[in-house]
T-cell receptor, first 113, second 110 residues
Framework: EAQVTQNPRYLITVTGKKLTVTCSQNMNHEYMSWYRQDPGLGLRQIYYSMNVEVTDKGDVPEGYKVSRKEKRNFPLILESPSPNQTSLYFC????????????FGQGTRLTVV | QKEVEQDPGPLSVPEGAIVSLNCTYSNSAFQYFMWYRQYSRKGPELLMYTYSSGNKEDGRFTAQVDKSSKYISLFIRDSQPSDSATYLCAMSGGNNRLAFGKGNQVVVIP
């Protein structure tokens, strides 16, 4: 089954404690991206990757890092989380990027206290 | 002016009614237009995809694009309780960006 898998689904952490949210896709897609979804603001792109070792900033990259060492994996790293990063995070993958269908993961609800 | 405007107000309709949703955009480079459906506690899933002006039908769903007015719409005919979800418009200029509207929460009342 084609899918994008995120882990964990729920996470509560404290300010400043580094964390990583993993994302894996099994569709051999080149393009992967991370979004955050906040009430009243919708989905906003954090980072995207066009292929292995190729990443770029989206609309709201501050406070986040990503890496793409393998085609299937695209982890999101918060080096020093802050309360304003409390949000619902989605990973997505697509064959070629914004012009093609994006498959989304189930989401990770992160709370930073 | 935001790139994509979607009035996020919730919409409640009786079962069987037509649901009408729309988005406007300001970026003339947008060529690809999508509607995603998002159920509670789930990730968005693609519902409709089009890249030309005009109408595209898929079962009870019709996507409409008017590039001259920078306006897109989604119509759901014979709405069902299972259509209750948040609907997000999304647009792309063919590059790596996908710009989303804020989403409309739709509730279909049996």
């Amino acid at each position: 089954e084609a899918q994008v898998t995120q882990n964990p689904r729920y996470l509560i952490t404290v300010t400043g404690k580094k964390l990583t949210v993993t994302c894996s896709q099994n569709m051999n897609h080149e393009y992967m991206s991370w979004y955050r979804q906040d009430p009243g603001l919708g989905l906003r792109q954090i980072y995207y990757s066009m292929n292995v070792e190729v990443t770029d900033k989206g609309d709201v990259p501050e406070g986040y890092k990503v890496s793409r060492k393998e085609k299937r994996n695209f982890p999101l790293i918060l080096e020093s989380p802050s309360p304003n990063q409390t949000s619902l995070y989605f990973c997505a993958s697509s064959l070629y990027g914004g012009a093609t269908e994006a498959f989304f993961g189930q989401g990770t609800r992160l709370t930073v206290v | 002016q935001k790139e994509v405007e979607q009035d996020p107000g919730p919409l409640s309709v009786p079962e069987g009614a037509i649901v009408s949703l729309n988005c406007t955009y300001s970026n003339s480079a947008f060529q690809y237009f999508m509607w995603y459906r998002q159920y509670s506690r789930k990730g968005p899933e693609l519902l409709m995809y089009t890249y030309s002006s005009g109408n595209k039908e898929d079962g009870r769903f019709t996507a409409q694009v008017d590039k001259s007015s920078k306006y897109i719409s989604l119509f759901i005919r014979d709405s069902q309780p299972s259509d209750s979800a948040t609907y997000l418009c999304a647009m792309s200029g063919g590059n790596n960006r996908l710009a989303f509207g804020k989403g409309n929460q739709v509730v279909v009342i049996p």
